[in-house]
């Protein structure tokens, strides 16, 4: 064979192993597109309420070209991607939407329900004393957090709650929001995730000093990694967390049947305790260890609704499993702006509601305590902002995508809580929070 046949057929080979790589990385994205939108829309009419149009025209710009079909009677949404990649989720009441990943649709609507609340009474109330808040600073920094300033740059704000000492002080809503439609907190589910924590750790069934309870683990580096370094994202696991394409944290959320189960898979990347590394991967294994405390399905389901939600009158909150019947404790959780606003007022108590203790002593002490080479960003499954000294400096926060906040600050007794769906994640977070503080006396 000539050299020049040689090289030629070099050529193609490359071409060959390209298009390969490029097909393959297309129907990749093309289903983790597909599933992203399927599972976005099924939540938004079926858990929010809101009209499919809506949904189209706001949530689903990173991926607008797919096809919607909506089954109303089953409550089931299926989006495709140009013929190569069709998912479903399908809903189920109290649970929310569950994409249907790796095993069939029967299987998964076999899994039990959440307990119902027959009757909740704890309902926020409205301040009547405004004599130590200025109102006129006050409405500015809320009006301002709405406002539309560039129309290549929005930001979406749906709603804004501020508490004092737990009762309203402000509050207003987008035009097509109601105080009584649901919304995606995104990873401040990890905040709730950390919580499902703290009441194991008060029933003395986890000790987040010692190695994590996976068996998985025991035979390799991994057992040295405690509950407490999963909280605060110092595991060392590697776990690539990059939605732009697909990844870890992509193939986690959208294509796994169980999320914690995937995430747990992640190898040893560096020793615990000497990396910080943001990684919705780690709030998923922690769920994995929870639901691995109870015997029972139910039981599971029911934990954090009989411990948490309906003990502080959370009637809105829907917290979503994946395939598999394990809650996405990274992502997937919908609750009312004022819902949202009665956990941060948990954490505000430290952990009491109505004289009783939820969480443990010290819970929420340790929440909000720096964690080492964070930068000061983070704590222990809530985040900081230690760098900006301007910045309550007590203030600590649950934080998701989109700008989702739910900002404790306890020198102020206030609670601030803010959702929206900004694109490119813009929303000036930290002029919100200023501009009430600033107004509170």
């Not at 070099?10 to 790589?21: F, N, S």
């Not at 994946?322 to 809650?327: I, L, R, V």
């Not at 080492?372 to 649950?398: C, E, I, N, R, V």
Request: proline share 4%; glycine share 6%; net charge positive.
């Amino acid at each position: 064979m000539s050299n020049k046949r040689k090289i030629i057929y070099a050529i193609l080979l490359v071409v060959l192993i390209g298009l390969v790589y490029v097909g393959n990385f297309a129907i990749q994205y093309a289903y983790i597109g597909s599933s992203y939108n399927a599972k976005t829309v099924c939540s938004c009419m079926f858990v929010s309420g809101r009209e499919l149009e809506n949904i189209k025209n706001e949530e689903l710009y990173a991926v607008p070209f797919s096809t919607i079909k909506v089954d109303e009677v089953n409550k089931a949404v299926t989006a495709n991607i140009y013929g190569l990649a069709e998912t479903k989720a399908i809903y189920r009441k109290g649970l929310g939407c569950t994409l249907v990943n790796e095993l069939s649709e029967e299987e998964i609507r076999k899994q039990p329900s959440v307990p119902s609340a027959d009757t909740l009474t704890e309902k926020l109330t409205s301040a009547t004393d405004f004599t130590k808040i200025d109102k006129i600073a006050l409405e500015k920094s809320i009006n301002e957090a709405f406002q539309e300033k560039d129309p290549q740059n929005v930001i979406r704000t749906r709603a804004v709650v501020v508490l004092r000492d737990g009762k309203i002080i402000a509050e207003k809503y987008a035009s097509n929001i109601k105080p009584e439609t649901p919304l995606l907190g995104w990873s401040m589910t990890k905040s709730v995730t950390s919580a499902m924590i703290g009441l194991l750790v008060k029933d003395g069934k986890l000790d987040i000093k010692k190695s994590a309870p996976i068996t998985e683990w025991q035979n390799d580096e991994r057992k040295k990694i405690t509950i407490d370094h999963l909280l605060r994202m110092s595991s060392g696991l590697g776990f690539e967390e990059n939605y732009a394409e697909p990844s870890d944290a992509t193939q986690m959320l959208f294509r796994k049947k169980g999320a914690g189960a995937y995430a747990l898979q992640s190898k040893a990347a560096t020793k615990p305790d000497k990396v910080w590394s943001y990684s919705s991967g780690t709030s998923n294994i922690l769920q994995e260890i929870i639901r691995r405390q109870f015997t029972t399905h139910a039981d599971y389901f029911a934990f954090p609704y009989q411990r948490l939600f309906h003990k502080i009158g959370m009637k809105s909150a829907v917290l979503e499993p994946d395939a598999s019947g394990t809650f996405v404790g990274s992502s997937f959780m919908y609750a009312t702006a004022r819902d949202w606003a009665k956990f941060g007022q948990l954490y505000l108590q430290d952990g009491v509601w109505n004289g009783e203790r939820l969480l443990p002593e010290g819970w929420v002490k340790y929440s909000a305590t720096e964690t080492p080479h964070s930068d000061g960003k983070y704590a222990a499954h809530f985040w900081l902002d230690h760098q900006d000294k301007t910045f309550p400096q007590d203030a600590f926060m649950a934080v998701g995508f989109e700008g989702q906040y739910v900002t404790i600050v306890p020198s102020k007794n206030l609670v601030i809580v803010r959702l929206g769906c900004t694109p490119k994640d813009n929303f000036n977070h930290s002029a919100l929070v200023k501009g009430v503080v600033a107004a509170v006396k």
